[in-house]
C-alpha cells in the first residue's frame, strides 16, 4: 500500500516572459485550482525562488520568498522579499554591486556534452 506523505498544491519557480529568453519572472502555481501568479520586472533576472516559512504556519504558502536578482539597468543584484500567499513584493534590498548568477537549476548543453570526458 502506498502511502501519501505530502501533498503540494502550490508551486514555485523561475521561468522566461518569452521563448528563449533568459529567466525573468518567478511563478507560483497553483495546481489545484489552475492559475498562476507571475511576479516581472522588466530588465530584472531573478534567482532560483527559496521559501521561509512562518514558524508553526497554518497553510502551504504561509512565509516569504527570497530571490536574488540583478537589475540590469543598475547591473547591481538586489534581494527581493515575496509575501509567499499573494505573491505581493513585501521589501528589496539593494546591493551596491552584483552578485554571480547560481547555477543551481541550470543547464547548458553546449557546454555539458563538451565536459563528457569529466564523466569516465
Known sequence: MTEILCRLIRIT???????GYFIDQLVKVDV???NAQIWHQSDCYPGEPVFVAVPDAATEDEGVILSVGLDSQTQNSFLLILNAHSWDEMARVQ?????PFDFHGQYFDPIASSWSYLHR
Open 13 to 19: 519557480g523561475v521561468g522566461c516572459s518569452q521563448s
Open 32 to 34: 489545484q485550482n489552475r
Open 95 to 99: 546591493l551596491p554591486y552584483h552578485l
